[in-house]
């Protein structure tokens, strides 16, 4: 059974830091580009981040690149979004999703994933 479960949200103040993580089971990590979305109450689904399956892709729109950093450990099966300098406008569920893509690509869009995880809140306020 493939799964995903994600882990690391919580109650931060503006400004500051969480690290968020991806565990997966059931599959072979490193065939799979991961992703990282979020949704905020009455807003669409968004892509945050995405790391290929070689790690050599990745992808951070404008509203994170140079706040939110992906990484994978293939060897522990996990993911992890470093995201600091939060603001207000960060607060959603967070989710992770596995898609299978070629080796150096993974994708904004969620519709490239097939497997998802339940999601983990984050809160910025103060």
């Known amino acids: 059974q493939v799964q995903l479960v994600e882990s690391g949200g919580g109650l931060v103040q503006p400004g500051g830091s969480l690290r968020l993580s991806c565990a997966a089971s059931?599959?072979?990590?490193?065939?799979?580009?991961i992703g990282w979305f979020r949704q905020a109450p009455g807003k669409e689904r968004e892509g945050v981040s995405c790391i290929s399956s070689s790690s050599v892709g990745t992808y951070y729109p404008d509203s994170g690149r140079g706040r939110f950093t992906i990484s994978r450990d293939n060897a522990a099966n996990t993911v992890y979004l470093q995201m600091n300098s939060l603001i207000p406008e960060d607060a959603a569920i967070y989710y992770c999703?596995?898609?299978?893509?070629?080796?150096?690509?993974?994708?904004?869009?969620?519709?490239?994933?097939?497997?998802w995880g339940q999601g983990t809140q984050v809160t910025v306020s103060s």
């Open positions: 999703a596995a898609g299978r893509l070629v080796r150096y690509d993974c994708s904004r869009y969620g519709a490239a994933y097939g497997t």
């Open positions: 059931g599959l072979t990590f490193d065939d799979y580009a």
